[in-house]
């Protein structure tokens, strides 16, 4: 069976931005190697730091990226409220969308995610030991 991933909002970011290792996730998810989670509230981070005041993007070219990734990943509604990530609140909706997805692993650069390890049985992984696990 395909494992399904979740990738955290800066895998994507990194990917379009940088290439490198998230874009090789990027692509193994294109070639049907793997299987993409996501939720709601991880295409609105997306979409909110591409149009942000760091990266610029224009509001319409951050909606046409949201709009690919949500092309090719799942969109699952998280059912549970996490509160696990206190230093990053925002990094719960990661673990949220996991849950609900029922998740293989996680894919994050967060250093607060990372530093869980596995989060109810869910690995925590970096794009380069994802990557070397594929």
């Known amino acids: 069976m395909t494992p399904l991933l979740v990738l955290d909002s800066n895998v994507y970011i ?3 931005l940088f290439g490198g290792k998230p874009r090789r996730i990027i ?13 709601a509230p991880i295409l609105e ?21 949201v709009n690919e990734i949500s092309s ?9 409220k996490i509160s696990r990530i206190k ?8 673990l949220e969308c996991a849950l609900a997805a029922g ?3 996680i894919v994050s ?3 607060h995610l990372l530093s869980l390890g596995v989060f ?3 690995p925590i992984l970096n794009p380069a030991d994802c990557l070397e696990k594929l």
């Open 14 to 16: 990194s990917a379009v």
């Open 27 to 39: 692509e193994a998810a294109l070639a049907g190697r793997i299987r993409l989670a996501t939720s």
């Open 45 to 65: 981070e997306i979409e909110s730091v591409l149009s942000g005041k760091k990266f610029k993007f224009h509001e319409t070219a951050a909606r046409e990226i």
């Open 72 to 80: 090719l990943a799942e969109i699952f509604e998280p059912v549970e």
């Open 87 to 94: 230093e990053d609140p925002a990094d719960n909706r990661i």
């Open 103 to 105: 998740a293989a692993a």
């Open 109 to 111: 650069g967060d250093s």
């Open 120 to 122: 109810r049985s869910i």
